[in-house]
Protein backbone atom coordinates (compact mmCIF):
# COMPACT_ATOMS: atom_id res chain seq x y z
CA UNK A 1 0.00 0.00 0.00
CA UNK A 2 1.01 3.54 -1.13
CA UNK A 3 2.45 5.75 2.12
CA UNK A 4 0.37 9.07 2.81
CA UNK A 5 2.59 12.01 2.30
CA UNK A 6 2.89 12.95 5.63
CA UNK A 7 4.35 9.28 6.71
CA UNK A 8 7.22 9.55 4.16
CA UNK A 9 11.00 9.94 5.42
CA UNK A 10 12.49 12.81 3.99
CA UNK A 11 14.81 10.51 1.80
CA UNK A 12 11.24 9.13 0.57
CA UNK A 13 10.26 12.31 -0.29
CA UNK A 14 10.08 12.96 -4.35
CA UNK A 15 12.19 15.61 -5.66
CA UNK A 16 9.83 18.63 -6.16
CA UNK A 17 7.19 17.98 -3.70
CA UNK A 18 5.53 20.30 -2.34
CA UNK A 19 3.04 20.20 0.32
CA UNK A 20 -0.28 21.74 0.15
CA UNK A 21 -2.48 20.63 2.76
CA UNK A 22 -3.64 23.50 5.19
CA UNK A 23 -1.09 23.74 8.55
CA UNK A 24 0.65 20.70 6.96
CA UNK A 25 3.91 22.04 8.93
CA UNK A 26 2.16 20.36 12.19
CA UNK A 27 1.32 17.53 10.64
CA UNK A 28 5.09 16.89 9.47
CA UNK A 29 6.82 15.29 12.10
CA UNK A 30 10.50 17.33 10.87
CA UNK A 31 12.22 15.61 13.51
CA UNK A 32 12.42 12.45 11.37
CA UNK A 33 14.82 13.93 9.88
CA UNK A 34 17.49 15.09 12.48
CA UNK A 35 20.96 13.76 13.16
CA UNK A 36 21.37 15.59 16.22
CA UNK A 37 19.41 17.27 19.07
CA UNK A 38 19.80 20.29 20.85
CA UNK A 39 20.54 20.16 24.76
CA UNK A 40 19.72 23.12 26.97
CA UNK A 41 22.34 23.59 30.17
CA UNK A 42 19.42 25.46 32.34
CA UNK A 43 22.15 27.13 34.70
CA UNK A 44 23.50 29.11 32.43
CA UNK A 45 20.43 30.48 30.68
CA UNK A 46 18.90 34.17 31.27
CA UNK A 47 15.94 33.28 29.58
CA UNK A 48 16.32 35.91 26.89
CA UNK A 49 14.25 34.04 24.18
CA UNK A 50 16.92 34.62 21.10
CA UNK A 51 17.07 30.57 20.68
CA UNK A 52 13.19 31.05 20.88
CA UNK A 53 13.33 34.13 18.38
CA UNK A 54 16.08 32.08 15.84
CA UNK A 55 14.53 28.71 15.20
CA UNK A 56 13.11 28.04 11.81
CA UNK A 57 11.01 25.77 12.67
CA UNK A 58 9.27 28.09 15.57
CA UNK A 59 9.87 24.82 17.66
CA UNK A 60 11.20 26.06 20.65
CA UNK A 61 8.83 25.92 23.80
CA UNK A 62 9.07 27.83 27.25
CA UNK A 63 8.18 26.05 30.51
CA UNK A 64 6.29 26.92 33.11
CA UNK A 65 9.71 28.33 34.40
CA UNK A 66 10.54 30.60 31.83
CA UNK A 67 13.48 28.00 30.31
CA UNK A 68 13.59 27.18 27.08
CA UNK A 69 13.23 23.62 25.01
CA UNK A 70 12.64 22.57 21.83
CA UNK A 71 9.51 20.39 21.04
CA UNK A 72 11.90 16.92 19.15
CA UNK A 73 8.61 16.29 16.95
CA UNK A 74 9.84 19.14 14.79
CA UNK A 75 13.22 20.09 16.00
CA UNK A 76 15.19 19.13 12.86
CA UNK A 77 18.69 19.85 14.59
CA UNK A 78 19.98 22.43 12.60
CA UNK A 79 21.48 24.23 15.38
CA UNK A 80 20.62 27.83 14.90
CA UNK A 81 19.83 28.22 18.79
CA UNK A 82 23.07 26.67 19.63
CA UNK A 83 24.68 29.08 17.28
CA UNK A 84 22.90 31.91 18.44
CA UNK A 85 22.29 31.59 22.08
CA UNK A 86 25.13 34.13 23.31
CA UNK A 87 25.51 32.09 26.85
CA UNK A 88 26.28 29.40 25.43
CA UNK A 89 24.20 27.09 26.91
CA UNK A 90 23.09 25.01 24.12
CA UNK A 91 25.00 21.78 23.01
CA UNK A 92 24.35 19.52 20.44
CA UNK A 93 24.20 15.99 21.10
CA UNK A 94 24.67 13.24 18.04
CA UNK A 95 21.00 11.13 17.86
CA UNK A 96 21.19 7.57 18.39
S1 LIG B 1 19.29 32.13 23.84
FE1 LIG B 1 20.40 30.93 25.38
S2 LIG B 1 20.29 32.18 27.23
FE2 LIG B 1 18.72 32.96 25.84
S3 LIG B 1 16.84 31.83 26.41
FE3 LIG B 1 17.83 30.69 24.75
S4 LIG B 1 19.06 29.16 25.81
FE4 LIG B 1 18.58 30.74 27.32
S1 LIG C 1 18.20 22.76 16.32
FE1 LIG C 1 17.21 24.13 14.80
S2 LIG C 1 15.11 23.37 14.64
FE2 LIG C 1 15.96 22.51 16.53
S3 LIG C 1 15.38 23.91 18.14
FE3 LIG C 1 17.42 24.55 17.44
S4 LIG C 1 17.03 26.10 15.87
FE4 LIG C 1 15.11 24.99 16.20
Not at 31 to 54: A, L, N, Q, T
Not at 63 to 90: M, P, R, S
Request: a negative charge; one cysteine or more; charged letters at 25%.
Amino acid sequence: MEKHPFELTWKEIPLGFVQTDYMSCLKNHTGSWRSERPIWDESHCIKCGVCYIFCPEACIEQDEKGYFHANLDYCKGCGVCAQECWTGCISLKPEE
